[in-house]
């Protein structure tokens, strides 16, 4: 069976052919990076117009990668939601176009079903049930699996998401958009320890996140810097100019370096306290920031003495793609029934805050 998965959820432009639930034919990504860059976020307009443009030739170039043509396929996914409803429309308005023209069925997918969905392309032995981690720039949210295709929440983030907040903590020291690797880079060389930002929501029970706290606290840092003369190092909280001076980067990646481990330290602190009370054969972490170095070796060291096995997809699976939609596509083909010429598809929808609960998307 071969499977269409297009994503548009965001600012990737996606389209992949997976062949049986697994096998990649293609996965073609067109980022927009440089468009937002400018901008240090995502602007949904220039989001939206982009998808428009690309759609069509980022298809053409996953149908010659796969040596298929739109006939050999069997069925089509598409992101429903969550995500910008503009970006999301693109995506849902091509697939049923494509889905109307070649009498094929169209699946709706779940985005963040898509990214845990992800670790099924590269493990097919993931035990059950297993606690998932969905880390990205508009995710922080953590769920029990007890079996493939059935989620239940138990937290998520109250503001801030992990991606986000590395986003705007890269926007105030200037470094560029977007700002995860950047940060996770420039702090390979910094001491995680210089300075101990807070680690929110810690004390509670809840499964909550919040990452704002730890924004701020990196912002009001910075404002009490001072020169090796004493002076402050930034007049307001623009923090312009950067200082040029040989002691600024070695000082800027400790700070880095201690934010990044703050964060880890919360995430795994609170996958971890999940596992234990649903009693998890295994954690899997996906979403954009499953690529940060420090969470991986946080989450490896403290699962690493008890055993239990965790998984992270490779790191062109954990940001957008639309392999991981595919995938995703299929099983539910595979296990509910789709009708394949009633085009009841036709009344499909964005859904920009659609939740993932059960065992369907609602």
């Known amino acids: 069976m071969l499977v269409l998965g297009i994503e548009t959820s965001c600012d990737d432009t996606a389209v992949a052919v997976v062949e049986n639930s697994k096998h990649i034919r293609a996965s073609v990504v067109s980022s927009q990076d440089q468009i937002h860059a400018a901008y240090g976020g995502i602007v949904p307009e220039l989001a939206c117009r982009s998808h428009i443009e690309q759609i069509r030739p980022v298809l053409e170039t996953a149908l010659a990668q796969a040596q298929v043509t739109l006939d050999d396929i069997d069925v089509i996914g598409v992101t429903q939601g969550p995500g910008l409803v503009g970006a999301l429309l693109v995506g849902i308005s091509f697939a049923k176009a494509l889905a109307y ?43 029990v699996c007890p079996e493939r295709g059935h989620y239940q929440l138990l937290g998520r983030t109250r503001d801030d998401a992990a991606g986000e907040c590395f986003d705007k903590v890269a926007k105030m020291l200037h ?71 040989p002691w600024w980067e070695p000082q800027r990646n400790d700070i880095l370096a201690s934010f990044q481990q703050a964060v880890a330290d919360v995430l795994v602190a609170k996958t971890l306290r999940a596992v234990q009370q649903s009693r998890a054969q295994a954690i ?55 009708a394949d010429t009633s085009h009841s598809f036709l009344d499909l929808d964005a859904h920009p805050n659609l939740m993932l609960t059960g065992s369907e998307i609602s």
């Open 284 to 338: 899997a972490v996906v979403g954009g920031v499953a690529c940060n170095s420090a969470l991986r070796h946080a989450m490896q060291h403290a699962t690493g003495t008890e055993g239990l096995p965790v998984y992270f997809p490779s790191p062109r699976f954990c940001t957008d793609n639309a392999a991981m939609i595919a995938c995703a596509a299929a099983y539910r083909y595979q296990t509910q029934a789709w």
């Open 175 to 245: 470094l560029g958009y977007p700002g995860g690797p950047i940060i996770d880079k420039l702090a390979q060389t910094g001491n995680p320890a210089h300075v101990h930002f807070p680690r929110a929501m810690m004390a509670k029970e809840t499964f909550d996140f919040s990452f704002s706290g730890v924004k701020t606290a990196v912002r009001t840092h910075l404002l009490q810097l001072t020169t090796p003369d004493g002076e402050p190092i930034f007049a307001d909280d623009t923090f312009w100019p950067i200082p040029e001076a």
């Open 101 to 143: 023209g070649t009498d094929k069925p169209l699946v709706p997918v779940h985005h963040l079903e898509g990214h845990i969905s992800s670790i099924y392309l590269e493990h097919d032995d993931v035990p059950y049930p297993f606690v998932a981690l969905v880390v990205s720039g508009g995710h922080s949210d953590l769920y």
